[in-house]
C-alpha cells in the first residue's frame, strides 16, 4: 500500500522522513542522500530506506549534530552539516 506522506513546516531543522541529508565523518568523507520508504530505493543511489541503520540514527537530530551508526563493523561517528526538504527532480 502506498502511503504519501506531506511534508510539515514542524520538520524544518530537523531529519525526517523525505529529508535529504547531507553528513561527513572524521575522515572527511561526504554522503548526501534522501529518506524515503524502503519500495523507493531500488534504482537510486542517492536514497536510503527509512528502515536503515544509518536513517534510524539520523532521525529527529539537527544540523552540527553528532550520529554514532551501528554497522557490521561497528559503530561509526557521522556529523550532520545539512537537512533539506525541497524537491529533487526525479532521476530520468
Not at 522522513?17 to 537510486?44: C, H, K, M, T, W
Request: a negative charge; hydrophobic letters at 40%; aromatic letters at 10%.
Amino acid at each position: 500500500m502506498l502511503r504519501v506522506v506531506d511534508y510539515s513546516p514542524q520538520q524544518d531543522g530537523r531529519v525526517f522522513f523525505g529529508a535529504r541529508v547531507e553528513i561527513e565523518n572524521e575522515q572527511g568523507e561526504q554522503l548526501s542522500f534522501r529518506i524515503v520508504g524502503p519500495d523507493e530505493i531500488y534504482g537510486r543511489k542517492d536514497y536510503i530506506s527509512i528502515d536503515s541503520p544509518m536513517a534510524r540514527a539520523l532521525l529527529k537530530k539537527a544540523v552540527d549534530d553528532e550520529v554514532l551508526v551501528s554497522t557490521p563493523t561497528g559503530n561509526k561517528l557521522w556529523f550532520i552539516n545539512h537537512i533539506s526538504y525541497t524537491a529533487v527532480p526525479a532521476e530520468r
